[in-house]
């Protein structure tokens, strides 16, 4: 006898999405949290459902241009030295997925499972009655520099090979779609299939809505362990045990944190993110506006204009690193050179494991557990898909798609 058919531990966008796919299944469903739904790092995104990101982090420009992304005064990127020195295989398997044979690869798969992305969220959109959240605009991507424009040349080709559908703009086309921003362009780039949510928070929510009136269950509590034993698995969290026909980790970058999982075996690192709200301000652009060389974008939502982006090296319960904030404000003024100052800020800690493709399927130490993590800068775009994946895993379906890249025992370099 079990408790529940499916647990799902962590109630972020993949957590809240797999639980609902599998709730609209017909699956007895607990969703297990001990914070409110969306509340965490899915709350403080750039709110684009990004389809065209299939250039992974590694890519092989971080090699040749590493000096200046570690020591320029104007880097997105930021490494604790003390974090790299306590985890060197993660950040020499990341080096090594960098080399153009490797990176080509990742994008390649993180292209296949993009596109089907839309696949997975639509759904969930309509049955969350959540559509008018989201709006389609495409997202503006800007290089300010001729040296930008010209590295990024490469990587729109693998995109245009990989059936990223983008148009090119002139300077004078770019400026006539956002006259707000102030940067000189010397590249544009329109990605026409992109989406954008006004607010990452109320679209889990809503989710989470739609799963409560399902009939879907929510224990507000931390999962510690899980223990597969047969047929079942047994949760241990904060409140007592309660036993499951599958497990499902979607921690996030806490995913580790689950004993006896098979997550703690894997390689899984965190990529901080930070942003700056600044309300009132969200008429500054109409779309996400991305600036590749300031490593952000610009966003309109729900609160105001949102400033998200840059990647930080560090230990997980590391405390806010300032200088980020102060990166992200020094940069917003010459994107926006009259900004009032910010409302708030936030940090969030993006799952990130050395070839940036997410675990998706049966952990090494049991089929009855499934990992759903590790989705780095794309766990609002690809929540879906992720939710619908795990769902068929439950039910012993064979996905649509070839899973063997996403497989938690791959070799990850």
């Not at 001990?34 to 459902?49: F, K, L, Q, V, W």
């Not at 990176?103 to 008018?132: F, M, Q, V």
């Not at 809505?209 to 079942?232: C, I, K, P, S």
């Not at 993590?373 to 068929?392: K, P, S």
Request: proline residues 8%; hydrophobic residues 40%.
């Amino acid at each position: 006898m079990t408790d529940t058919d499916i647990a799902v531990i962590g109630a972020g966008i993949v957590g809240t999405s797999t639980a609902l796919w599998a709730r609209m299944r017909g699956h007895d469903v607990t969703l297990i949290d001990p914070e409110p739904p969306g509340s965490g790092t899915s709350s403080g995104n750039a709110c684009t459902i990004a389809t065209y990101a299939c250039l992974p982090v590694n890519d092989p420009s971080v090699i040749t241009g590493l000096p200046a992304l570690l020591f320029g005064p104007q880097s997105p990127l930021a490494i604790s030295w003390r974090h790299a020195l306590l985890n060197p295989r993660w950040m020499l398997s990341f080096l090594a997925n960098c080399r153009v044979a490797r990176a080509d690869r990742i994008a390649g798969h993180l292209a296949t499972l993009l596109s089907h992305a839309e696949a997975g969220l639509n759904p969930l959109l309509a049955e969350a009655g959540a559509e008018d959240l989201v709006t389609a605009r495409g997202q503006l991507s800007l290089w300010s520099t001729t040296a930008g424009a010209e590295g990024a040349t490469r990587g729109l080709g693998m995109r245009r090979a990989l059936g990223v559908p983008f148009t090119e703009l002139t300077e004078e086309e770019a400026r006539a779609l956002e006259p707000g921003v102030a940067l000189p362009i010397a590249r544009a780039v329109h990605f026409t299939g992109a989406r954008q949510v006004a607010d990452p928070l109320a679209l889990v929510q809503r989710f989470h809505a739609r799963f409560t009136d399902l009939g879907g269950q929510t224990l507000v509590a931390r999962a510690t362990a899980t223990r597969a034993t047969g047929d079942t698995v047994e949760i241990t969290t904060g409140g007592g045990t309660l036993t499951a026909r599958h497990a499902v980790i979607a921690c996030g970058a806490f995913s580790r944190s689950v004993r006896g999982s098979g997550a703690e075996s894997l390689p899984l690192g965190c990529e901080r993110g930070y942003h700056l709200l600044f309300p009132g301000e969200a008429h500054r652009v109409t779309r996400p506006t991305g600036w590749a060389e300031g490593g952000f974008y610009a966003t309109p939502m729900a609160q105001g204009l949102r400033l998200a982006g840059t990647v930080e090296i560090a230990a997980l319960n590391a405390p806010p690193n300032p200088k980020r904030l102060a990166y992200i404000r020094r940069r917003a003024a010459q994107m926006f050179p009259d900004l009032p100052e910010p409302g708030s800020s936030w940090l969030g800690h993006r799952p990130t494991l050395p070839d940036s493709l997410p675990a998706i399927g049966h952990s090494p130490v049991s089929r009855r557990i499934i990992h759903a993590f590790g989705h780095q800068h794309l766990g609002l775009t690809l929540g879906g898909i992720t939710g619908r994946i795990v769902a068929d895993l439950a039910e012993g379906r064979q996905p649509n798609l070839p899973l063997p890249a996403y497989d938690p025992a791959r070799r990850f370099t």
